[in-house]
């Protein structure tokens, strides 16, 4: 067993509906966020003789964005509501902390003693939230926070890492 501290950067991008607000509002959303993170791990090495490894683990990240933007362009039916919502509309900066955690299976290949590489696949929970507020009537959908959600919920991810041992 092998404990290991993990730093990176992140990068999440999404466009299109149903980003950050509901489909039935018609707009097509942009969404990018960088972090860097950083947090400890766990893993079980299943096979330490010859040349391959298989591998099982679980990490927790904390992290902070260094840039983040947010738009959406209206191109719905929106003006039917009571109260409009603007035809653009954009933001950046703002984003929170991040969190996350995962579990992982993977594949580890012994390149020199030092140095590994592998092959991993990921089943994770992250959060991430913005100090922004989204334009009335969006904001009414989120009454319990003053903050506008951006990431929650689970992923999967798949990642070929090169690991450098101190």
């Not at 989204?134 to 929650?152: F, M, R, V, Y």
Request: charged fraction near 15%.
């Amino acid at each position: 067993m092998t404990c290991f501290l993990h730093a990176g950067f992140q990068q999440l991008r999404a466009e299109g509906e149903d980003v950050i607000v509901d489909r039935i509002y018609g707009l097509e959303e942009t969404l990018r966020i960088d972090n860097i993170l950083m947090g400890p791990g766990l893993e079980l090495k299943l096979n330490n003789g010859g040349k391959y490894h298989p591998l099982l683990g679980g990490q927790a990240f904390l992290g902070f964005s260094v840039n983040s933007e947010y738009s959406f362009d209206n191109i719905g039916t929106s003006l039917l509501l009571v109260n409009p919502l603007p035809i653009i509309y954009e933001v950046k900066g703002g984003a929170g902390l991040y969190s996350g955690a995962q579990v992982f299976a993977g594949l580890e290949s012994v390149f020199t003693e030092k140095i590994q590489l592998r092959i991993k696949a990921c089943l994770g929970e992250h959060f991430q939230f913005a100090s922004w507020q989204l334009p009335e009537p969006l904001n009414l959908l989120q009454p319990d926070s003053n903050n506008a959600q951006l990431i929650k919920g689970g992923y999967w991810q798949a990642s070929l890492e090169v690991i450098h041992r101190l």
